[in-house]
């Protein structure tokens, strides 16, 4: 069992800089890859990025890829989203999520075990 907690989102204006952690609890996060998914008001919860469990593998959506930087640190059991350069459209509640299978490429959230509650990210004009 794995609980993940996120915190960091807030509101910015556009251009502005967040960055999102995910502590996840439990002493066997690294066996585990990460994502983080978001959703907008009226939208389905859509992939942003991806990490494998060492974080040498590391997959984006077209929409976020040059702005968002998805890392983590195994040894504090934390996954992060650096997201500069952000747009209205960028707003969402932003999901950390945990997956144990070694395969696939962590972009459908039917891949992943275990989810977070979620942080609200605003960005404003």
């Known amino acids: 069992q794995v609980q993940l907690v996120e915190s960091g989102g807030g509101l910015v204006q556009a251009g502005g800089s967040l960055r999102l952690s995910c502590a996840a609890s439990?002493?066997?996060?690294?066996?585990?890859?990460m994502g983080w998914f978001r959703q907008a008001p009226g939208k389905e919860r859509g992939f942003v990025a991806s990490?494998?469990?060492?974080?040498?593998?590391?997959y984006y959506a077209d929409s976020v890829k040059g702005r968002f930087t998805i890392s983590r640190d195994n040894a504090k059991n934390t996954v992060y989203l650096q997201m500069n350069s952000l747009k209205p459209e960028d707003t969402a509640v932003y999901y950390c999520?945990?997956?144990?299978?070694?395969?696939?490429?962590?972009?459908?959230?039917?891949?992943?075990?275990?989810w977070g509650q979620g942080t609200q990210v605003t960005v404003s004009l």
């Open positions: 990490l494998s469990r060492n974080g040498a593998i590391t």
């Open positions: 439990g002493r066997t996060f690294s066996s585990y890859a």
């Open positions: 999520a945990a997956r144990g299978r070694l395969y696939g490429l962590g972009q459908d959230l039917t891949e992943y075990d275990y």
